[in-house]
């Protein structure tokens, strides 16, 4: 089945980055997580769509130019190069990414008008809000409306993001129906250990934890991970 922007939507709102990133190491997906600070505008707003990347250099041109190229659902993902002097998205930007049906932001940077964007509740995830705008116009690169530099990794069109609570990860198009289908294997399994928990069952009880210290008393290179692997276990990849 061909995944789209409505079937990703869909999928992760019954799962989380967190689950998301366990499954990406299990399947051996490189790891591309936004670095840590980025949050929702508010908390509990949730994000999944194809990524649809800008690259700001001042003025909103680019981002209207992008949107313009938009599928229903796609994420806006902006990149201002981690600035914090200036807030690069503001209410405009958010309402025009609206009307032509994104599911949202993903900004590397900050926002604006942050009282405006909650009464969208339109789903944004930045580093932060600041008053001032965008005070320089930078010449244009020709990347700018083709992908999205992070630290240490670059993301475009033929890549997922999935935002929550946790933070913002990007995942490969062509990797996103195992990743999830994984994600949802561990979440299952992560749910009933958690039943068990409030059952009384201990998680040291349900993962042998006794059986495995006795092995590794007796072979130190046994890891707890190759004893999980072995039992099925989710705490940890």
């Not at 590397?108 to 509740?121: I, M, N, P």
């Not at 033929?158 to 979440?187: C, H, R, Y």
């Amino acid at each position: 089945m061909l995944m789209d922007n409505e079937l990703l939507e869909d999928s992760f709102s019954k799962l989380s980055t967190a689950l998301i990133a366990d499954s990406c190491l299990r399947q051996r997906v490189p790891l591309r997580v936004a670095q840590g600070g980025i949050h929702p505008l508010v908390p509990g707003m949730r994000l999944a769509g194809r990524v649809l990347p800008a690259r700001h250099r001042g003025s909103v041109d680019v981002f209207l130019e992008a949107i313009r190229k938009a599928r229903a659902g796609d994420v806006l993902v902006v990149d201002n190069d981690s600035r914090s002097d200036e807030g690069c998205v503001g209410d405009l930007t958010v309402l025009e990414a609206r009307s032509w049906g994104l599911a949202g932001l993903v900004v590397r940077g900050y926002h604006r008008d942050s009282t405006e964007l909650v009464r969208l509740a339109f789903p944004i995830f930045s580093y932060g809000s600041c008053p001032a705008g965008p005070r320089r116009l930078d010449e244009r690169g020709p990347l700018d409306l083709s992908s999205a530099q992070w630290d240490g990794f670059t993301v475009n069109d033929n890549d997922a993001v999935f935002a929550d609570d946790d933070g913002a990860l990007f995942v490969p198009w062509n990797k996103i129906e195992e990743v999830l289908k994984v994600a949802k294997s561990i979440s299952s399994v992560e749910r009933q250990q958690a039943k068990s928990i409030r059952a009384g069952k201990t998680l040291s009880e349900q993962l042998e934890f006794d059986q495995y210290l006795t092995k590794r008393k007796s072979d130190p290179s046994y890891t707890f991970r190759r004893h999980l692997r072995e039992r099925g276990g989710a705490i940890e990849e």
